[in-house]
């Protein structure tokens, strides 16, 4: 069967699969669906498991289940509720191994990069452990014997679609925060990547209350379904802007919460006193993890000045990358259809007149769906793959002739989720966060993912929606103030009281 997978666990993960899609949550597809995709492992390109189309009516049946048990979930308190958190962290540290096995299976990651993902998703299982302490409302004596309490409620059932490039960790920015704060779920894994939040389904099912957690399957006409199911109040999206922005205009249609995060193209600027061998290994790390499918990947490298010691260093180690499934390598990208897309984006620079310093291009003979980390040093400042979202292992590098170039190139890009500086002087690090146009900076570290109690999310065209995710934004997205004002007057025959 798949390459490095016995035959014997490949079988496992089928079974699995099937098994809980009849096991968790009412409204979960099973044999009834009309429609099944294929799914297929990147390392090969072979056809790994079958995934059953949720229908509208198995999209009714879910948000039903999840209405159900609304009443009674939203109405425990925030205790009672973590209670069940700590027992779904439990479970998926005991299962930690299998989940990062299933993500290197269905979706390409090395086993280090895949067990990363996994216990970042845990981490906010552990967040949301503390929602006692972190939701719990404000109380203030407004005026004489007037308080004012704040409330956090949950919002109902919210729905939760998710991309395939994370297929554990962006489901977990959603998921424990939001049945944490008493809120039910119904979950929509990627079509591209369905097993792993499948498992996680079957190991929490008997965890939680029934209808508390719910997932269906399948693509956007599944999406679709439950984005305009009169039922759900709240939609989280994450996945590619054009589709996060519809997503975002028709939840504001039909009046529902929505949070819609978007794609990237995330900007790196190295100065001159930047440390070196720092910079190279970072960059290199940054653009080339998890084969550049990261919303938060380096995918522009902005040189203040020629700096061709820099250059030298990240061609050296990115020659040196191979492909693979071990810790220090580098995975296939999701399909033939991504890869042939990426290859696209490298042609057509080579053809504008770009340096292709590092090809990658010949690991596409392999078989399955890889393209080689590869980078670009471009001529012309309006080739494309330096500024559409290429979601691969491709770096653009582009010299600047000063730091203000640098900016109104990075201002430019209508995305905004990342952008990194590399200096060794505050005072030039401050001038660059101070300008640049995304949400999430790094300075000196090419990944700047924020962590909780920090919350997670870009702006401009990487983000649809008025809050972040995971964090305090999440725990604001998934609550409703309540303000409750009380007033007490004493009674006059209590006039001893006085
Ligand atoms: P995608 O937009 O193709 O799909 C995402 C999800 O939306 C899937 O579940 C899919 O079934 C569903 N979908 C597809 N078309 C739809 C439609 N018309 N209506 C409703 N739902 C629809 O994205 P993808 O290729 O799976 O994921 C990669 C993208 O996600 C990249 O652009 C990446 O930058 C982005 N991403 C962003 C963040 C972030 O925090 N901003 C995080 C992770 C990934």
Redesign the pocket.
């Known amino acids: 069967m798949t390459a490095g997978i016995p035959e014997q666990l490949s079988n496992f993960y089928d079974n699995a699969f099937h098994q809980a899609g009849s096991e968790v949550g009412k409204g979960v597809a099973d044999g009834s669906s009309v429609r099944h995709l294929e799914v297929t492992t990147p390392h090969t390109g072979k056809v790994i498991s079958r995934v059953p189309v949720s229908t509208a009516a198995d999209v009714d049946s879910a948000v039903r289940a999840a209405a159900a048990a609304f009443s009674s979930w939203s109405t425990r308190t925030y205790k009672d509720r973590a209670q069940y958190i700590i027992r779904f962290h439990q479970a998926l540290q005991a299962h930690e191994d299998e989940l990062a096995e299933l993500v290197v299976l269905e979706h390409g990651k090395t086993k280090e990069e895949a067990l990363g993902s996994v216990r970042k998703g845990i981490e906010t299982v552990e967040y949301a452990i503390g929602l006692p302490q972190i939701a719990a409302g404000r109380v203030a004596e407004v005026s004489r014997g007037v308080t004012c309490q704040e409330r956090r409620d949950a919002v109902g059932v919210v729905v939760s679609?998710?991309?395939?490039?994370?297929p554990i960790m962006?489901p977990m920015w959603t998921l424990p925060i939001s049945v944490g704060c008493g809120n039910t779920v119904v979950l929509?894994?990627?079509?591209?990547v369905p097993l792993t939040l499948n498992r996680v389904a079957s190991i929490i099912a008997d965890i939680f209350p029934p209808g508390v957690i719910n997932l269906v399957h399948g693509?956007?006409d599944t999406?679709?379904h439950l984005?305009e199911h009169p039922t759900v109040r709240a939609v989280t999206?994450?996945?590619?802007?054009a589709?996060a922005r519809?997503?975002s205009q028709r939840c504001r249609a039909l009046d529902k919460r929505c949070l819609a995060?978007?794609?990237?193209k995330n900007h790196l600027v190295a100065v001159p006193d930047c440390d070196l061998e720092m910079t190279a290994q970072d960059v290199v790390n940054s653009f080339s993890g998890c084969a550049g499918q990261r919303?938060m990947a380096a995918s522009v490298l902005l040189l203040v000045g020629e700096q061709s010691q820099l250059l030298d260093l990240i061609r050296e180690k990115t020659q040196a990358l191979q492909p693979g499934r071990d810790s220090r390598q580098v995975g296939p990208v999701i399909d033939n259809a991504s890869r042939d897309r990426i290859i696209g984006y490298i042609d057509e620079a080579e053809r504008s007149g770009a340096q292709i310093l590092v090809d990658g291009r010949s690991w596409a003979s392999r078989q399955g769906s890889w393209v080689g980390p590869t980078v670009i040093v471009h001529r012309n400042r309006s080739d494309r793959a330096l500024h559409d979202?290429v979601?691969g292992p491709v770096l653009s590098v582009y010299v600047c002739q000063s730091a203000s170039e640098a900016i109104e190139i990075e201002n430019a890009n209508p995305y905004g989720?990342a952008a990194c500086i590399y200096t060794s002087s505050g005072a030039v690090a401050e001038w660059f966060t101070k300008r640049f146009s995304a949400g999430m900076l790094g300075v000196n570290i090419g990944v700047p993912v924020p962590r909780e109690p920090f919350s997670?999310?870009?702006i401009n065209a990487?983000?649809f929606g008025d809050m972040d995710i995971t964090g305090d934004g999440g725990v604001e997205f998934f609550t409703l103030r309540k303000k409750v004002t009380t007033k007490w007057t004493v009674p006059t025959e209590k006039s001893w009281l006085h």
């Open positions: 679609i998710v991309p395939f490039n994370f962006v929509k894994p990627s079509e591209k693509d956007k999406a679709q984005i999206f994450v996945g590619t802007t589709v519809l997503v995060l978007g794609g990237a919303c979202e979601f989720n997670f999310g870009g990487s983000s």
